[in-house]
Each structure stands twice: as structure tokens, then as C-alpha cells.
T-cell receptor
Framework: DAGVIQSPRHEVTEMGQEVTLRCKPI?????LFWYRQTMMRGLELLIY????????DSGMPEDRFSAKMPNASFSTLKIQPSEPRDSAVYFC???????????FGEGSWLTVV | AQSVTQPDIHITVSEGASLELRCNYS??????LFWYVQSPGQGLQLLLK??????LVQGIKGFEAEFKRSQSSFNLRKPSVHWSDAAEYFC??????????FGTGTRLLVSP
């Protein structure tokens, strides 16, 4: 079975450019999460969706970050404009709300120079 | 506020020796607790989880963890470590609606 699929796996971009990270959750899962991992702050929840609706975006660092989930099988996390401090690993994860197990993708490794 | 503390940043264990990774949590209600493992360049894989019931939880790869409410702890153990266990280990607590708060992680090094 396919797990959570993220793309791109690695991206290097210049400061000021727009970055779009993509996620395909596990089929049948109705909750989707975006996490960010940095050395300084560890793993942080940015936003999560339930049934395609954003439930809690309190972890989104600032207005440069936005996330969408247009349908049950696709989500994007966009950074515009990107800054060097956005360099991190961004994980997408999905679950069945009542299943209590969250499955993580392999991450998108972002470097902003 | 809910939090998870993993007091050990690094641990080195000889191959074949036993392992215990410490995790302490702060949460008002009965916690849902998790241990994840992250190999270099990889995502997070669930090792085990505790929701209720038996306080000793068995997981994959020969790992187990014990929930101790009186100590607010959920330590991860393995009786005999293999070189392939070298990775970073994260403890997490579900703060509601599957919003996980993670500890800072413990990096396990396995020496020959």
C-alpha cells in the first residue's frame, strides 16, 4: 500500500521565490497534517485539516505560509516569499480521525539560499 | 501547557546491550502517548502507542514502553540493541484531535 507521498523530496530555492510543497495522503484518511522540523525548534505542527477543512492553523508561522486541501487526495503548503529561515524538513502526515495513528511521509527537504 | 521532555540528546549503546530512552510528559488528562523513530533522511515511523489499559505496550522491532502515571513517564526499552536501531527517537503526546506535541528527540548511536 502506498503511504503518504510528498513532493518534491528536495528543493533548493533562492530567497524571495515561491515554494510549493505537495502531499498525497493515504487513501481513505480524513485528517491531514503539515509539520516542520528544524534543529532549533524540533517538530512543530503547522496546520491540520479534517475532511479537507482547515481545523487549526495556529502553528502557521506567518502570512507567508498558506496551505490548501482542495480534495481528499491532495494538499499543498506554499511559502511566498521564501526566506532562509524557512529552511527545514516539511512533513505531511495523514490519519483516520478515530484511528489515532498518524502516518508520516518521508518529508520535503527545503533549503532557501 | 502540554509538553514532552526527552532529557537525553544522545545515547550510545553497545550492540547487544539493553536500551532505555526516557520520556516525561505534561498533560492534564489521560494521555495518548507515542514513540516514533526517524532514520537519517527518512520520515517518522510509529514504533508503538499507548491509549489505555495495559501499561506495558509492545511495538514493532522488539521495542516496548511502559506508561507510569505516577512518574508522568513513558520510557522506551529494548532488551538487545541491533546496529540497525541507530536512529533518532521521538516521544509524543496527543493533545486532542490528534494534534501531537513532540519531544526534542534522542539520537541513538550503536557501537560495535
Amino acid at each position: 500500500d502506498a503511504g503518504v507521498i510528498q513532493s518534491p523530496r528536495h528543493e533548493v530555492t533562492e530567497m524571495g521565490q515561491e515554494v510549493t510543497l505537495r502531499c498525497k495522503p493515504i487513501s481513505g484518511h480524513n485528517s491531514l497534517f503539515w509539520y516542520r522540523q528544524t534543529m532549533m525548534r524540533g517538530l512543530e505542527l503547522l496546520i491540520y485539516f479534517n475532511n479537507n477543512v482547515p481545523i487549526d492553523d495556529s502553528g502557521m508561522p506567518e502570512d507567508r505560509f498558506s496551505a490548501k486541501m482542495p480534495n481528499a487526495s491532495f494538499s499543498t503548503l506554499k511559502i511566498q516569499p521564501s526566506e532562509p529561515r524557512d529552511s527545514a524538513v516539511y512533513f505531511c502526515a495523514s490519519s483516520i480521525l478515530d484511528g489515532n495513528t498518524i502516518y508520516f511521509g518521508e518529508g520535503s527537504w527545503l533549503t532557501v539560499v | 501547557a502540554q509538553s514532552v521532555t526527552q532529557p537525553d540528546i544522545h545515547i550510545t549503546v553497545s550492540e547487544g546491550a539493553s536500551l532505555e530512552l526516557r520520556c516525561n510528559y505534561s498533560y492534564g488528562a489521560t494521555p495518548y502517548l507515542f514513540w516514533y523513530v526517524q532514520s537519517p533522511g527518512q520520515g517518522l515511523q510509529l514504533l508503538l502507542k499507548y491509549f489505555s489499559g495495559d501499561t506495558l505496550v509492545q511495538g514493532i522491532k522488539g521495542f516496548e514502553a511502559e506508561f507510569k502515571r505516577s512518574q508522568s513517564s513513558f520510557n522506551l526499552r529494548k532488551p538487545s540493541v541491533h546496529w540497525s536501531d541507530a536512529a533518532e527517537y521521538f516521544c509524543a503526546v496527543d493533545t486532542g484531535f490528534q494534534k501531537l506535541v513532540f519531544g526534542t528527540g534522542t539520537r541513538l548511536l550503536v557501537s560495535p
